[in-house]
């Protein structure tokens, strides 16, 4: 399976971009977009209130639509893999890779491929889901800092 296959979904699954659009919505985008999908992601498991606060905004007529949209508009990306796999071989820029590794969406193993173009690149995949900023900026910002400090500033 290739990085951009591994992308969204698990081993197995067709990528959403592949698959028919079912109208009005498609199941697996009305998960994402819903409190029950939101109560997978870990930190949403722990503290109730992030579901609370996200779900007026999931709930926005038209939200499935656009987050469907989003979701298909992904494999418009694919094509261009190539091109990006090329320019780190190539150019080797400094590169910070911070994942949550429980995260559904973007999956732990579509982290490690950039490591065969990028060799040199920091991974870290962190406890927590997708939307690993939110829930670890404690553990993230200080890393980022760091990463750019010894890759940018001491130079």
């Keep these: ?6 992308a969204l979904g698990r081993k ?3 990528p959403i971009w ?6 009005p919505i498609d199941a697996g985008a009305a998960f994402h977009t819903s409190s029950f999908g939101l109560r997978r992601e870990p930190r949403f498991k722990a503290r109730r209130q992030p579901v609370k606060e996200a779900q007026p905004l999931l709930d926005r007529p038209g ?5 469907l949209d ?6 418009t990306n694919v094509p261009f893999y190539p091109k990006f796999q090329a320019f780190f071989r190539e150019r080797k820029p400094p590169t910070l890779i911070v994942w949550g590794k429980n995260d559904k969406i973007f999956p732990a193993d579509g982290a490690t491929p950039y490591l065969r173009d990028l060799p040199d690149a920091e991974l870290h995949l962190l406890d927590t889901g997708h939307f690993a900023l939110e829930d670890k900026a404690d553990v993230m910002i200080p890393m980022i800092r ?3 400090y010894r890759k940018l500033v001491s130079r």
């Design 1 to 6: 399976m290739s990085a951009a296959d591994s």
């Design 12 to 14: 197995g699954d067709t």
């Design 18 to 23: 592949r698959r028919p659009r079912l109208w």
């Design 63 to 67: 939200n499935n639509d656009i987050q």
């Design 70 to 75: 989003l979701f298909l508009d992904y494999g």
């Design 146 to 148: 760091d990463f750019l």
